[in-house]
Structure formats: C-alpha cells, structure tokens
C-alpha cells in the first residue's frame, strides 16, 4: 500500500511505478531510503548487491563475538511501519551480526 505524496490519495501499482487515482502523480516503487532494509532481506544480500561491505558504513562498535571494535550498521524495520527502526551491526573481522539493543 502506497500514499500520494502530492495529494495523499491511495495509489495503484502499475507496471513498476505507483499512479495515483486521484492526481496522477508518479513515483517508482521499492524506493527504499538509504540502508533502510526489510525484514526479508538478509544483510548478506545487501552485502552482496552492493559491492561488498563497503556499501555500508562503518561505526566502532565492539563484536560481542571476536571484540574486534569496528563494524559495519544498517537500519532495518523489524515490524510494521509505526514500528521504530533497529540498528543492526556486523563485524568487519569475522561477519558476526548483532542488534544494538542486545545486551
Ligand atoms: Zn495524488
Ligand atoms: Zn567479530
């Protein structure tokens, strides 16, 4: 389901784009923002699409794994859209992947 962004009337998928019924406003869909993955994207794929973890940025995070310091983040929504997003880790060392709220 997808809302105009000019009019906020619902919009119809129509051949790789979303047309709004009402103002006949255009958008392509799957615009995801930026390291903004769903939940049925693992970050491998992203990892591999992208050209390598170099795609992602990179934070000092410490791995609870290999306690290397440096890893890799990306946001991903782990439920419905009202839901906040999570910031998930990934080793630069050993590719361990862990939520930020994990304790
Ligand atoms: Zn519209
Ligand atoms: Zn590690």
Redesign the pocket.
Known sequence: MEFCDECGSMMKADDGLWVCGSCGYEKPKGDASDYTITEDQEVSEIIESGGGTNGLPTTSAQ?P????DEAYWYMQQIRSADESETRFFV?T????KWREDDH
Request: charged share 30%.
């Open positions: 791995c794994n290999c306690d290397n080793c060392e050993c590719e361990h």
